[in-house]
């Protein structure tokens, strides 16, 4: 079975620190900055875990997670947030609440041993 993992981020350097702390455990990833690109990588990629930050510029992570609550996502989701902690963990009750399955949550900087727990 294949892993896939999509990231978004409006951060190129994130993107690329997850991408590449994900393809050393044997993830095929995407990387997508651009908020209004998500959807369309998400349905061509159909990724089994995605990491979302929650704040960027025009769309927030809330946004992203009401949209994958509307498609049924089964992925593992992962809220990273540079900002309060406590926002991410809002986003978190909240989205496991109306039915993502798996939400955790990471304060920036993540560090490659948590982010490595978090993709096996």
């Not at 995605?50 to 509307?70: C, K, T």
């Not at 498609?71 to 990273?80: D, E, G, M």
């Not at 963990?89 to 900087?109: E, I, N, W």
Request: hydrophobic residues 40%; charged residues 25%.
């Amino acid at each position: 079975m294949t892993k896939r993992l999509l990231v978004i981020d409006d951060e190129p350097d994130f993107c690329d620190f997850v991408a590449q702390v994900a393809e050393g455990v044997d993830y095929e990833t995407r990387k997508v900055t651009d908020p209004h690109r998500f959807k369309q990588v998400y349905r061509s990629f159909d990724p089994g875990t995605i990491v979302i930050d929650m704040v960027m510029p025009d769309l927030d992570g809330f946004e992203i997670l009401n949209w994958l609550i509307e498609q049924k996502c089964t992925a593992k989701v992962l809220i990273v947030t540079g900002n309060n902690p406590v926002y991410a963990r809002s986003a978190q009750l909240q989205s496991s609440a109306k039915g993502l399955p798996q939400v955790k949550t990471f304060t920036k900087p993540v560090s490659v041993s948590k982010l490595r727990a978090a993709l096996s």
